[in-house]
Nanobody
Framework: QVQLVESGGGLVQAGGSLRLSCAAS????????MGWYRQAPGQQRDMVAV???????NYADSVKGRFTISRDNAKNTVYLQMNSLRPEDTAVYYC???????????WGQGTQVTVSS
């Protein structure tokens, strides 16, 4: 198994930026994929951005052009750079890691992002 710890959330005004970090307890080099998901109150948890071990990325339509996911294998960390934030981006953001061949599916504890109008 792997432990994930998110950081970087907070309160920001609309139009502002935040960078989320997700540190893994061990090497992420062999992970199948890592990603960010978010869940607003009363809503389901939705995919925001995913990056595969090969560096391929996928984004939710609502964040394309504003958010960027990246990974630093040397630091065992995945980042989510969020620009031009909107009030509708307000949610708890969760980091996810998936092992090869379904070996594991791990979640972090979540970090709150609040965007004020």
């Amino acid at each position: 198994q792997v432990q994930l710890v998110e950081s970087g959330g907070g309160l920001v005004q609309a139009g502002g930026s935040l960078r989320l970090s997700c540190a893994a307890s061990r090497s992420i080099f062999s992970f199948n994929a890592m990603g960010w998901y978010r869940q607003a109150p009363g809503q389901q948890r939705d995919m925001v951005a995913v990056i595969t071990t090969g560096g391929n990325t996928n984004y939710a339509d609502s964040v394309k052009g504003r958010f960027t996911i990246s990974r630093d294998n040397a630091k065992n960390t995945v980042y989510l750079q969020m620009n031009s934030l909107r009030p509708e981006d307000t949610a708890v953001y969760y980091c996810n890691a998936q092992g090869m061949h379904g070996l594991f599916n791990a979640w972090g504890q979540g970090t709150q992002v609040t965007v004020s109008s």
